[in-house]
């Protein structure tokens, strides 16, 4: 018999058949969808968040896991739709006009699945527009941007100046990347900034708590 505890630990070694094959197993012994992802994905990827700030394990490590929730949630999903279940909390996420950069921006959006966020991920090299036309077609709590080149950084700041212009005052802006810090966050008018995606999840369901 297949414990939820077993699925948290596959999906934290990324172990993705065996994530599915518990997956399976605990919905056949009478599981709820939503029960499996709140106490077997979420404790997982939540445990190797915690090493990831702790500098215990790096991004591959993050990643392979990230996948293994991935493939745990395609057979969840339809699961927890037919039920009705919606996530919590909606974020919009891409990485900002001029970049083609997204292992941070994917590795964020699937920490944020992970944590009841419904994800509507833009991609790469999104233009301010897009952002606002998809916060609004949401109806998004969160609209994340992401950024690996300090020659795109200006970009984060055009975005968060038309998400305001647009008055969406009930959808936070949180930033992120290699070059950016909570002084530019500060500086650019962003509710929030995050160094690392474990930290992303803290800080995105701080912010979407106040939307």
């Given at each position: 018999?297949?414990?939820?505890?077993?699925?948290?630990?596959?999906?934290?070694?990324?172990?993705?058949?065996?994530?599915?094959?518990?997956?399976?197993?605990?919905?056949?012994?009478?599981?709820?969808?939503?029960?499996?992802?709140?106490?077997?994905?979420?404790?997982?990827?939540?445990?190797?968040?915690?090493?990831?700030?702790?500098?215990?394990?790096?991004?591959?490590?993050?990643?392979?896991?990230?996948?293994?929730?991935?493939?745990?949630?395609?057979?969840?999903?339809?699961?927890?739709?037919?039920?009705?279940?919606?996530?919590?909390?909606?974020?919009?996420?891409?990485?900002?006009?001029?970049?083609?950069?997204?292992?941070?921006?994917?590795?964020?959006?699937?920490?944020?699945?992970?944590?009841?966020?419904?994800?509507?991920?833009?991609?790469?090299?999104?233009?301010?527009?897009?952002?606002?036309?998809?916060?609004?077609?949401?109806?998004?709590?969160?609209?994340?941007?992401?950024?690996?080149?300090?020659?795109?950084?200006?970009?984060?700041?055009?975005?968060?100046q038309a998400v305001r212009a647009a008055g969406l005052?009930?959808?936070?802006?949180?930033?992120?990347?290699?070059?950016?810090?909570?002084?530019?966050?500060?500086?650019?008018?962003?509710?929030?900034y995050s160094q690392d995606a474990a930290s992303a999840?803290?800080?995105?369901?701080?912010?979407?708590?106040?939307?």
């Amino acid at each position: 018999m297949s414990t939820l505890s077993e699925l948290a630990i596959a999906v934290e070694g990324g172990k993705r058949n065996d994530a599915k094959l518990f997956t399976q197993a605990l919905l056949d012994q009478g599981l709820k969808p939503l029960a499996i992802v709140e106490q077997g994905l979420v404790p997982g990827m939540a445990s190797i968040g915690e090493k990831f700030k702790n500098n215990e394990v790096f991004v591959p490590e993050m990643l392979i896991a990230a996948r293994a929730m991935k493939e745990c949630m395609l057979i969840l999903e339809p699961l927890l739709a037919a039920a009705g279940i919606k996530p919590k909390y909606t974020a919009v996420i891409g990485t900002v006009q001029g970049d083609l950069h997204d292992i941070g921006k994917n590795l964020v959006a699937m920490m944020l699945k992970g944590a009841n966020f419904g994800i509507v991920d833009l991609g790469t090299n999104v233009a301010p527009e897009k952002f606002v036309a998809a916060a609004q077609e949401h109806s998004a709590q969160l609209i994340c941007l992401s950024a690996l080149l300090t020659t795109t950084m200006p970009a984060m700041k055009l975005t968060v100046q038309a998400v305001r212009a647009a008055g969406l005052t009930s959808a936070k802006i949180m930033v992120g990347g290699a070059p950016v810090t909570q002084e530019y966050c500060d500086e650019i008018g962003a509710d929030g900034y995050s160094q690392d995606a474990a930290s992303a999840v803290d800080l995105a369901l701080e912010l979407a708590a106040t939307c």
